[in-house]
């Protein structure tokens, strides 16, 4: 594959594969599953951390009353860096080595948490934990800025925060609760202490094994993960912020560099509006959850079945995203996904009985889950490595005020509504606070979901009904780009043509990419061939169909996903032609080799080069007699499909030739995709829809009558030798 000035590949790849597979695919990444084994290290130490914490300074506290503020004291000590530094953060993981900073991080934690332990006072252990705090909301940016550095390819961004998600909210939750209960009820079993002090120390020894999990994690990190040094190794196409090493930026110079690029960004600035409402709603619905339950009269156990369906409905959703968004585009799937969780809000908000609330809160948690590992997975994979440390810290710090404002707020606007009750098909319902607010939170949710969309979405000429109609048939999603393939009887033309095509298209404003026909690499594919002592036809037509699934899993459909425009020579329907008439194979039992191996992908547009045949390829057994065959074959299938097809006279220069590709390619696409090719008036004739029709009704014809002549032809040529 040749990339093309302005081009790129960069995108999520959509091939079918397991949930199982893929996982053991990126676990495979030895410098991943160690950074994994350190992430559950050091969540099991966040939670632990809050667990023992809490226990310590209902310890060193002997006031009642403080202490029942003890479990807040610690909370609010913990997420109060996010909402003060966390952009900080940011600015280090982009402008020092990442592992440097989290090795540092690490040891400060450790630090911090032993000193608690050995100062023995309720004041210093808040402001060890606040401290502690601190480092964390430095150490995460870097952490999640680093990991697609590790992976092999940019699609793998979106498995490995899946595995980050159930590591730090599944694995490490259960081993953090559970190493608490054992170290707790070691005492109760052994009589390790005696007395009345014996809770205290038994509280410093977590906190002590707390920050040596810490300490292991800087250990590993500073001596077997030197990859999360690197930098840049998926670099993006037409990049746009310098690595501040390179050009030396301060600190202020950075954020206001992160800001201006966020204000440049849409896919950037779409992604933090939808998340700015969908954490809004998220808060609304957590701080409203007790009072709602109540408002259903179902008592205490409506409220623990709601938080239960929430929480399922997440993990649900965490774990079906990477489906889905082989059926959508990310940047769809977001939008649509915060959308939908508004929508489920109100109803939430207006539903009378418990059923519906179960069902409708597990709809909001699942879109939430789509809609955060969607988010994250956007920056991991479509934000330049020089400025997705800040990307990151943003979204987190966003991800914390707005929880923690909302949440505050949420309460006092619950009390501005006096509870009444009402009567709803003979079954009564308390009208509360709580509705009016989940129906505000519900509707800016939607609102930001909406703005969010039309700032992400490339105004790709597929309508979303069309992509949601695929996602509800369980069909693969229609490419984000455009394929556009040239076919010929000879690879010298379509190589030509090519080329020039994909030079045109570059001066656009669309990313372009050029791939070639494998099988026209003569060394590689005889190689292979050779290799594996392959003489017969049905053996080189599987070890082509392989190249050719490569190629198309590899580097075609990752372009098509991120938007490019891919121009490719000869994709499926000249090798198939050759292999049909000059082999003798079935074209039934091709075509159905040819779509297993694509996955079905066929160009936007096909355009047949119509060549008078009389010219032999060099290094190439291919008789006139046989490109006549061909010829006649390939006209066949752009009859059987005109509207996928145009036929363009190449008889006559290279130059003339390319002039009347690009004219059928305007003609095809005029006003279904914008920046598809330069804006010279020179060179885009302004043609309206009826021009279009006369345009394709023109090939088709043509091709049709090439299809009758073609015999004719073959006859006469045979009948001269």
């Not at 999640?144 to 899946?162: C, F, G, H, K, Y």
């Not at 909302?406 to 009208?431: C, M």
């Not at 355009?607 to 061909?630: F, I, M």
């Amino acid at each position: 594959m040749r990339s093309v000035p302005g081009a790129g590949s960069d995108g999520s790849a959509s091939a079918e594969a397991s949930t199982i597979h893929r996982v053991r695919r990126v676990l495979a990444i030895r410098p991943f599953r160690r950074l994994w084994g350190v992430t559950y290290l050091c969540s099991v130490a966040d939670w632990l951390n809050l667990l023992a914490l809490t226990s310590l300074s209902t310890k060193l506290l002997s006031n009642y009353t403080a202490q029942n503020f003890a479990f807040v004291g610690v909370v609010l000590t913990n997420l109060l860096p996010g909402l003060l530094f966390a952009p900080i953060g940011g600015i280090l993981a982009d402008r020092f080595d990442r592992r440097k900073v989290m090795v540092v991080c690490d040891f400060l934690r450790c630090g911090f948490l032993l000193s608690i332990a050995i100062v023995g006072a309720p004041w210093w252990l808040f402001v060890a934990n606040f401290l502690v705090g601190c480092c964390s909301i430095m150490w995460i940016p870097s952490k999640d800025a680093a990991v697609p550095n590790l992976l092999r390819r940019p699609d793998q961004v979106e498995t490995a925060n899946q595995l980050g998600l159930v590591m730090t909210y599944g694995l490490a939750v259960i081993t953090a609760a559970g190493a608490n209960a054992l170290i707790l009820g070691a005492n109760t079993t052994f009589h390790l202490f005696q007395g009345s002090t014996a809770d205290l120390y038994i509280a410093k020894i977590v906190v002590v094994i707390n920050g040596l999990l810490y300490l292991t994690s800087g250990i590993l990190i500073a001596t077997r993960i030197p990859e999360l040094s690197l930098r840049d190794v998926h670099k993006l196409p037409d990049q746009k912020v310098k690595n501040a090493d390179e050009e030396k930026f301060g600190f202020g110079d950075m954020v206001r560099d992160g800001l201006r690029f966020v204000k440049s960004t849409p896919l950037v600035r779409g992604l933090l509006i939808g998340a700015f409402g969908a954490f809004a709603a998220g808060g609304a619905v957590v701080a409203s959850a007790k009072p709602y339950s109540s408002s259903l009269l179902a008592g205490d156990a409506a409220f623990n079945l709601l938080v239960l369906a929430v929480f399922l409905g997440l993990a649900t959703g965490m774990a079906l995203a990477p489906k889905l968004a082989r059926r959508l585009p990310h940047d769809r799937l977001f939008g649509i996904s915060i959308v939908v969780a508004g929508l489920s809000l109100v109803i939430i908000a207006l539903s009378p009985h418990l059923a519906i609330s179960v069902i409708a809160v597990a709809l909001t948690g699942f879109c939430a889950g789509i809609a955060f590992l969607t988010g994250v997975t956007i920056i991991g994979s479509r934000v330049e490595d020089a400025i997705r440390g800040r990307v990151n810290a943003i979204y987190q710090s966003m991800l914390k005020i707005v929880l923690f404002g909302s949440t505050i707020v949420t309460p006092a606007l619950i009390g501005l509504v006096r509870p009444h009750q009402i009567n709803v098909w003979g079954s009564p319902v308390t009208i509360d606070g709580t509705r009016p607010v989940m129906i505000g939170g519900g509707l800016l949710a939607v609102l930001l979901g909406v703005i969010a969309y039309r700032q992400m979405d490339d105004r790709r000429s597929e309508k979303i009904l069309t992509d949601l109609r695929n996602a509800l048939r369980r069909a693969p999603r229609r490419v984000n780009g455009f394929l556009i393939a040239l076919e010929g009887t000879t690879a010298i033309n379509t190589a030509s043509q090519a080329a020039r095509l994909s030079r045109w298209l570059g001066t656009g404003t669309r990313p372009v990419v050029l791939a070639a026909d494998p099988a026209l690499d003569e060394r590689r594919f005889r190689s292979l061939i050779s290799d594996a002592s392959l003489t017969g036809a049905r053996a080189q037509a599987l070890v082509a169909a392989a190249v050719r699934a490569e190629l198309v899993e590899r580097e075609i459909q990752p372009a098509l996903d991120a938007g490019s425009v891919v121009v490719m020579e000869r994709f499926v329907d000249s090798p198939l032609a050759h292999l049909c008439t000059i082999a003798g194979l079935d074209v039934g039992e091709l075509e159905g080799l040819a779509d297993w191996a694509t996955g079905k992908l066929r160009p936007d547009l096909t355009v047949l080069l119509d060549a008078e045949p009389g010219q032999r390829e060099q290094n190439s057994s291919v008789s006139v007699n046989d490109q006549w065959r061909v010829q006649h074959l390939l006209a066949e299938m752009a009859a059987a499909d005109p509207d996928r097809y145009v036929v363009v006279d190449a008889d006559g220069t290279d130059d003339e030739v390319a002039a009347r590709v690009r004219t059928a390619v305007l003609a095809v696409f005029v006003g279904r995709l914008s920046g598809l090719a330069p804006s010279e008036p020179a060179e885009r004739p302004e043609l309206d829809h009826s021009t279009h029709a006369v345009a394709t009704a023109d090939v088709v014809e043509g091709a049709v009558a090439e299809a009758e002549l073609a015999p004719a032809q073959e006859v006469s040529e045979v009948d001269a030798k």
